[in-house]
């Protein structure tokens, strides 16, 4: 279906998570995409003004680039749609599932993923049954090296790769920083690399993988200020393995039921096996963000491709 009358759409930046400058920097540059092909597009920050403007303007389309807390949980989506407006991207049921990290991966498992082996640990419980004990048991049972990380969180705040038991207590500090639950994982060295995913009105399609290639972890830091990261898009994979990353993904968003938009973070092990790591249901949009990256790889100019997306929304 074409929809030949222009849109009117609000765009959600902001909030008050620890993600909110890399969502505003989001919103600006999806808006600024979406006004040069002749959308009718503002943006809005999550306030006490939210409900009633939106109340006023009656949107055509919604579209949340809220990262972190509330723009990834489902709370602000359930808002939208009890106000009667559409939205881009997962409903509020299928992005709270997405956004637990150890319920994701628990789906994707069952629906045929590998992840790496994992313990989540809720911060009262670690205090209740005494640090050492408990850090000694993890160590026993996922060995090293390991990555810590927020159960549910993302541009790699609060996230720690620990090579050593004597670096482990300093990365659940950091990690209980960001959040009440952590979630302990193994550590898969490998090729990492993410795959986007959209729907433009006929069903679900990968973009090309992108390659993620940095000097250290790929924290916060890395991901958002230029020059410590190089990225290569398409990613420098042998076709069985693209194959293998495009097919994980593709599942990883039919299983946990997401529409819209959706980026698999993956890695890709020297034996060739594709590692599910977490999936994201609003995907960064800035200027050093993943799924801009993949589209341009795949020769989509991001106006044209933001217009299909609203279009496609709007059409369901």
């Known amino acids: 279906m074409t929809i030949t009358s222009t849109p009117r759409v609000v765009v959600l930046a902001g909030g008050l998570s620890h993600e909110r400058d890399v969502s505003l920097r989001s919103g600006r540059r999806v808006a600024d995409a979406l ?21 006023q303007l009656r949107p055509d389309l919604v579209w949340p680039l809220l990262h972190g807390t509330s723009g990834e949980d489902g709370s602000v989506r359930d808002v939208v749609q009890m106000l009667g407006l559409r939205l881009l991207g997962a409903g ?5 599932v997405a956004w637990s990290k150890p319920i994701a991966k628990t789906v994707v498992s069952r629906a ?23 850090l000694e048991a993890i160590v026993a049972r996922l060995g090293l090296p390991l990555v810590v990380k927020p159960s549910r969180g993302g541009s790699a705040l609060g996230v720690t790769l620990v090579s050593s038991p004597e670096a482990l207590p300093q990365a659940m500090v950091d990690c209980f920083a960001y959040s009440d639950t952590a979630l302990v994982e193994r ?19 990968a973009l090309p993988p ?4 940095t000097d250290g972890p790929y924290d916060y830091d890395a991901r958002y200020n230029p020059g410590r990261t190089e990225y290569f898009a398409p990613a420098r994979l042998s076709e069985a393995s ?12 039919d299983a946990l039921g997401l529409t819209g938009v959706s980026r698999t973070d993956l890695i890709i092990d020297a034996s060739g096996e594709v590692w599910f790591l977490e999936v994201n249901v609003a995907p960064g949009m800035t200027e050093t963000s993943l799924l801009p990256q993949a ?6 100019a991001l106006g044209e491709l933001y217009r299909s997306m609203v279009n496609a929304a709007l059409a369901v």
Do not use: K, M, Y
């Open 295 to 300: 589209a341009e790889a795949a020769g989509l």
């Open 35 to 55: 006004r040069s092909v002749g959308v009718d597009v503002s943006v809005h920050d999550v306030d006490s003004d939210l409900v009633p403007a939106l109340a």
């Open 92 to 96: 509020p049921r299928e992005s709270r």
């Open 187 to 205: 550590c898969v060295v490998g090729t990492e690399v993410a795959v986007s995913v959209v729907d433009l009105g006929s069903g679900p399609f």
């Open 242 to 253: 693209t194959r293998t990353a495009i097919g994980a993904a593709l599942t990883a968003h």
């Open 210 to 213: 992108v390659e993620i290639v």
């Open 112 to 134: 045929g993923l590998s992840t790496p082996d994992f313990v989540t640990l809720p911060q009262s419980l670690f205090r209740e049954l005494g640090a050492r004990h408990v």
